[in-house]
């Protein structure tokens, strides 16, 4: 009877890494760092609900075209800013009338005219800095006297004459769409773990990708100064080496070429993922294209079906990375892994993001911020190189 499952221990969870509330290891850590709550197209003069690391917010953009972010609860008596009317300077609580800018500064206070000429230099509607870049609103929701620049990357930056940028915020790698209900750690772990590429995707499921990604390749793991990087070698038909490098790296950056390699050179698109909890996530992608739809296009059928087009029994029997991910559980129960040899990517990425969390609890800075424009350039070796 060894092994016997009535004999497991209550279940741990590596709570350093996977909570992102605010007073957290993980969630001061990635606080200290500029991340997409929306794409630009989402702000706009209808208040829109936003959860990012554990917090409920508001996004909204102003008559004169300003994206403001402020806590969903007013400041006045608590209602939900979310009813608010979005007007030229700023958005007016439904219920008493209150309006805040973008910078969360009382500018009327309509119930006491007398009074608010008082009051409005020392109430403020709790607010988040943002800026706009590629396609997608950023927020900073760490501490104000630490706010680095806002980075820019060489991949989106750097641009054939015929390309452009363009943004997906639908999904999951090779399957799901939306918000992920699982924690976002689960996600970010798969980046760096190569070997459920040519199982999952490649026979298990049938060839979701193109046939070469099913090769087992030879996989090389490295550290750098962002995160943890993956060569993965594969011999195509042609006899050619392909050389496909992968990065995961800070704060949530996933750099990931296409696994269709429709394309060789360097890395065409970047996904940031946004915890929005402990137990959910979402995934903002911006590409490279050429024509429009190429980067929501990469997305694998199962079976000639999208993902949210296969019934229950297709899911079953051709799984992908959400049916993989959500399937470890809302927070997966680390102490009963079995890590091995395949799993070294996994371990050297917690053990880089907890040296980093370590860095941020003892004040120091961690890796990948920058304090200036001249070093907010941010360039990656991922991409698909064949010799």
């Known amino acids: 009877m060894q092994g016997n ?22 969630g001061e850590l990635l606080r200290r760092y500029w991340h997409p709550v929306a794409t630009s197209e989402q702000a706009s003069g209808t208040p829109r609900k936003i959860r990012a690391l554990g917090e409920e917010l508001v996004l909204f953009r102003d008559g004169a075209g300003r ?30 009338g209150w309006l805040f800018g973008t910078d969360g500064k009382v500018l009327e206070m309509p119930m006491e005219p007398e009074l608010g000429a008082r009051v409005r230099d020392r109430v403020r509607q709790p607010w988040y800095p943002v800026q706009e870049r590629y396609g997608l609103v ?34 999951l790698g090779s399957g ?40 087992m390749p030879e996989v090389e793991f490295s550290l750098s100064d962002k995160g943890v990087t993956v ?16 990065e995961a790296t800070l704060p949530t950056l996933r750099v990931v070429p296409s696994p269709r390699l429709h394309r060789f050179g360097a890395v065409e698109s970047i996904g940031w993922v946004l915890p929005h909890d402990d137990e959910s996530f979402s995934i903002f992608v ?19 079906k999208f993902w949210w087009d296969l019934t229950e029994a297709e899911h079953q029997a051709m799984p992908g990375d959400w049916e993989a991910q959500v399937g470890q559980g809302v927070i997966t129960a680390h102490s009963e892994e079995h890590l091995t040899s395949t799993d070294k990517g996994v371990a050297m990425l917690r053990r880089f993001w907890k040296r980093q969390a370590d860095a941020v609890a003892e004040g120091r800075d ?15 070796e991922a991409g698909n190189w064949v010799a």
């Open 67 to 96: 994206p403001g972010l402020v806590h969903a609860r007013c400041c006045h008596r608590g209602t939900t800013l979310y009813y608010g009317r979005v007007e030229e300077a700023g958005i007016r609580c439904c219920y008493h």
């Open 138 to 171: 950023f927020a900073y929701m760490g501490p104000p006297e630490k706010q680095p620049v806002l980075p820019r990357y060489a991949c989106l930056e750097e641009l054939a004459p015929d390309e452009f940028l363009e943004v997906d915020d639908t999904g």
């Open 286 to 304: 911006v590409g490279r294209a050429s024509t429009p739809g190429e980067i929501s296009g990469m997305r694998s059928k199962m079976g000639g």
């Open 366 to 380: 961690p890796a990948g911020v920058a304090f200036s424009e001249d070093a907010a350039l941010v360039r990656f």
């Open 5 to 26: 499952a009535y004999h497991l221990p209550a279940p741990r969870v590596l709570d350093d890494l996977v909570r992102v509330g605010k007073g957290s290891r993980m």
């Open 176 to 215: 799901g769409r939306g918000v992920v209900p699982c924690n976002w750690m689960q996600h970010f772990e798969n980046v760096v773990d190569p070997y459920h590429v040519p199982v999952l995707h490649g026979t298990f499921s049938g060839a979701q990708f193109v046939q070469a990604m099913a090769q």
């Open 231 to 246: 060569t993965s070698t594969r011999t195509l038909e042609d006899g050619r080496t392909l050389r496909r490098i992968t």
